[in-house]
């Protein structure tokens, strides 16, 4: 059974799966933060919700600083958002 496009907008919309995905999303934050914090990063993580203009909800979880993520010639990659996601 295919799911019409008014359900899927309710399911988006709902407030139990968007606090859901704020939940996961604030924990893998945090762990990315603490992982930075422990190899002296200084980038600052947070998370931004919404629903893109398709009707999808989403919540990204961002640092200031791409340079430790990815790394440069100068400053070392830590790759915190990156480990945090992979982590259980």
């Known amino acids: ?4 496009k008014k359900m899927f907008d309710q399911i988006n ?3 139990q799966v ?7 999303a604030r924990a893998k934050a945090a762990r990315a933060q603490a992982i930075t914090n422990a190899e002296g ?10 629903i893109r ?4 909800a ?3 979880i961002v640092s200031d600083s791409p340079i430790e993520e990815y ?3 100068s400053t070392p990659r830590i790759r915190a958002l990156g480990r945090a996601i ?3």
């Open 41 to 50: 990063g200084k980038a600052r993580i947070t998370v931004k919700s919404g």
């Open 53 to 56: 203009p398709g009707g999808r």
């Open 13 to 15: 919309r709902n407030r």
């Open 58 to 60: 989403y919540v990204n």
């Open 71 to 73: 790394g440069s010639e």
């Open 86 to 88: 992979r982590e259980a």
């Open 18 to 24: 968007r606090a859901h995905l704020m939940k996961v």
């Open 1 to 4: 059974m295919a799911m019409s």
